[in-house]
């Protein structure tokens, strides 16, 4: 009985697979009119067209299509299908038209197909992120930024950010973030960088300096170990690099160093040195009462990302003259990551005379970009950068970095 029930099962299931596998190529039911008899024949494959039926006595005959005609699938139609005609305006040729396809015309990058129109997609505002980024096919999608998180910037791209936990970077929340703005962080009134600036030019030259031109993938943590007095925390550091590109990780690490080691004697001379280079800075480009119209022409002027007008025109209001291009240059360093503020500047000064910016200001900025970049300049980064680590170096707790 068993063996039978076996037999039945295997033929039940031949017979299954029999009936639903398909047949190839492909068939269509024609009636033939010399035999008056229903004749199963072959589709023609895509790329051709259908020339004559079968018969009892022929197989299906197909021929290629003509040039700008194409079939894209198995088919029994007599004639091929003509290309689409040339791409829009806003539109490029994805795809050409060949014999088994059509042209595929699709929107130029940043745009999408809406009806026959080709639209910019949608920049998320100040308050709102974007939920699934644009595509040819389709626009971008915004949503309102959830509690926690922030967008400051107008784009089509940019997500909401998480606001800064003041309080794991050793800070105080001067002000609570909302969807539009971050949390604002200081520290004692002695610590806050004028006019809040985040990393100052001649920190930013002598961090420079601790960064290798190539990384290995433990430098962070070489360095933390190699810094002498209180350590950063590990989950701090954690943070710093979930949050920030390689460059930027040296930064804001030194930076926080430097915060929480403010006491200690060799660290108060780094200090010391750092604030004798801003007081030189200062002295070239802090003496000059510029208007909003030179201070945005600047920004303009600087490579890569630009800085809002909003932000130039904040600027102009909560800083004193001699810290708003400082504070500018700030902000480009940071909306631009990995990029030399210096760098950036000495680009921006070549194409300042375009602007009609005055004279005597494109010399002192000139004189600026020279003065950090001056040997002098170099050798006392090198002294600061030997102090801060020369403890550890001596011990043999590192050969090099």
């Not at 700008?68 to 005609?85: P, V």
């Not at 994805?94 to 014999?99: A, D, G, I, L, Y």
């Amino acid at each position: 009985m068993n063996k039978f029930l076996c037999c039945t099962l295997v033929f039940l299931d031949i017979s299954v697979k029999w009936t639903t596998q398909e047949t190839f190529p492909p068939k269509y039911l024609h009636y033939d009119p010399e035999t008056s008899r229903q004749l199963l024949c072959d589709q023609c494959p895509p790329g051709t067209y259908l020339k004559q039926h079968c018969t009892t006595r022929r197989k299906t005959q197909c021929e290629p299509c003509p040039h700008h005609y194409y079939t894209n699938s198995w088919h029994f139609n007599e004639e091929c299908l003509y290309c689409s005609g040339m791409c829009k305006e806003l539109q490029y040729v994805k795809q050409e038209c060949n014999s088994t396809h059509n042209r595929v015309c699709e929107c130029v990058e940043g745009r999408y197909l809406d009806l026959e129109f080709c639209l910019r997609h949608t920049s998320c505002p100040p308050g709102f992120g974007v939920v699934q980024a644009g595509t040819p096919e389709r626009n971008t999608i915004c949503k309102r930024c959830p509690d926690g998180f922030f967008s400051n910037e107008t784009s089509s791209k940019a997500a909401c950010r998480k606001h800064t936990n003041c309080s794991a970077l050793g800070l105080q929340m001067a002000s609570k973030g909302n969807a539009t703005h971050d949390n604002l962080c200081i520290g004692n009134t002695e610590a806050t960088p004028k006019c809040g600036i985040d990393v100052t030019l001649c920190e930013e030259a002598f961090f420079r300096f601790a960064v290798p031109t190539k990384f290995t993938p433990n430098w962070l943590s070489v360095l933390v170990d190699s810094l002498p007095g209180t350590k950063v925390n590990a989950e701090t550091i954690e943070r710093i690099k979930r949050r920030h590109s390689s460059q930027e990780q040296t930064f804001q690490l030194l930076k926080l160093w430097k915060h929480q080691n403010k006491d200690q004697d060799m660290v108060k001379k780094i200090i010391q040195d750092i604030d004798l280079c801003e007081n030189s800075v200062v002295k070239h480009i802090g003496r000059w009462n510029l208007t909003l119209e030179h201070l945005s022409s600047l920004m303009e002027s600087l490579p890569g990302k630009k800085v809002a007008m909003e932000d130039v025109e904040k600027t102009m209001k909560l800083c004193k003259s001699t810290d708003q291009i400082l504070k500018l240059l700030s902000l480009w360093r940071i909306k631009n990551g990995d990029q030399d503020t210096l760098k950036g500047l000495a680009h921006g000064l070549k194409h300042l005379k375009t602007y009609h910016f005055p004279k005597a200001i494109l010399q002192s900025l000139r004189k600026t970009v020279k003065f950090l970049h001056s040997f002098t300049m170099y050798r006392l980064y090198q002294k600061l950068f030997l102090e801060m680590i020369g403890n550890q170096v001596q011990s043999g707790k590192i050969s090099c970095l």
